[in-house]
């Protein structure tokens, strides 16, 4: 069997990705965690680099990768973030769409299975992959672009087996190509993006749950660059940032922890990781700002009102100490 060595996300940082490359064996077959594309500078160099090595790469799809295939079928808005434009005005552009919407969802082999994200605890390796096959088959069938219009959204977020075929479909995707956190139900958690240690007493990182039905074989995946490097006995976390000035990996796939081989390449800052996060708190400071706008507008009207209240109370009182004063009709006055 020829070596295999998983890589984390290349979101289109195909200079470094050459980098690693020359690094690897030149027969090794290739698996690419997704996210192949968007964000670094060079998305179609990379996208045609991937399809070029051919049968040597294994490439499952992130949600990058699905961003890419909406945008494509006109299902979705461009984010301003992207770097897809390359793609989306090649001339070979269909020919790329099509062949990112042929590949899996999960890959599992020798006993590692493959997924951008995570799994659901209550899903073990076989119905990962069977789960996996149904979206498959509806993003390489004929209505690909109406599938995709009612994929997106965080409903359901929760495993049952009751689940219709499009929310089973939602799920399986928001799962394999979305998750971070979740609860030991199943339930997962959209909003919480920092690291592992963001966990709290009922959301845990998603390989942490215990009773997890995968627990049996390695998993190997990318998609939480905030979480770096995981290397256990049998979990392999693959994104380490490259796009935000991270490192990209690669780990020589092997059946026991002692016998893989780490492979990193320092990668340069294409895009700012706390560009987001500023981003964020200056909404949140406009926010403030237009709450305590208004916070001063409603003092001041009550001032006004209190000014106001207090000048009739003024009056009233004037009034009433003037007509105590005056003597009622019809009585006469002492010495009259």
């Not at 219709?164 to 958690?189: H, P, Q, V, W, Y």
């Not at 500023?278 to 009102?305: C, M, Q, V």
Request: with cysteine; hydrophobic share 40%; glycine share 8%.
């Amino acid at each position: 069997m020829r070596d295999i060595y998983a890589i984390g996300d290349l979101q289109g940082c195909q200079t470094s990705f050459e980098q690693l490359l020359s690094r690897l064996p030149g027969d090794a077959d290739l698996w690419l965690a997704g996210d192949l594309i968007n964000r670094g500078p060079r998305s179609l160099d990379t996208l045609r680099q991937v399809i070029a090595l051919g049968d040597r790469v294994t490439a499952v799809l992130g949600n990058h990768d699905l961003h890419l295939l909406a945008v494509a079928a006109g299902v979705r808005q461009a984010h301003g973030s992207d770097t897809l434009d390359d793609i989306l005005n090649a001339p070979d552009r269909d020919a790329l769409v099509d062949w990112v919407r042929r590949q899996p969802l999960a890959h599992f082999a020798h006993g590692h299975l493959m997924v951008h994200a995570g799994v659901l605890p209550q899903w073990d390796a076989e119905q990962v992959v069977a789960l996996a096959r149904d979206v498959e088959s509806q993003l390489r069938g004929p209505d690909w672009q109406a599938f995709l219009s009612r994929m997106f959204g965080n409903q359901p977020d929760q495993w049952h087996e009751g689940l219709s075929d499009e929310d089973r479909r939602r799920l399986t995707i928001n799962a394999l190509t979305r998750m971070r956190f979740c609860s030991a139900d199943g339930r997962i958690d959209f909003k919480i993006k920092e690291g592992a240690d963001a966990a709290t007493d009922t959301l845990k990182p998603w390989f942490d749950v215990p009773g997890r039905r995968t627990e049996n074989v390695t998993m190997v995946f990318g998609h939480w660059s905030a979480l770096g490097l995981v290397m256990r006995e049998n979990l392999l976390g693959l994104d380490t940032g490259c796009v935000w000035g991270g490192k990209l990996t690669a780990v020589k796939l092997a059946d026991s922890p002692a016998a893989r081989e780490l492979i990193q390449i320092d990668c340069p800052q294409i895009r700012d990781p706390l560009a987001a996060s500023d981003k964020k708190r200056n909404k949140i400071k406009t926010a403030e700002k237009a709450e305590d706008a208004l916070k001063a507008a409603k003092a001041e009207k009550l001032d006004k009102f209190g000014k106001a209240a207090r000048k009739l109370e003024k009056i009233a009182k004037a009034e009433k100490v003037e007509k105590t004063d005056k003597p009622e009709k019809g009585t006469k006055r002492k010495g009259e």
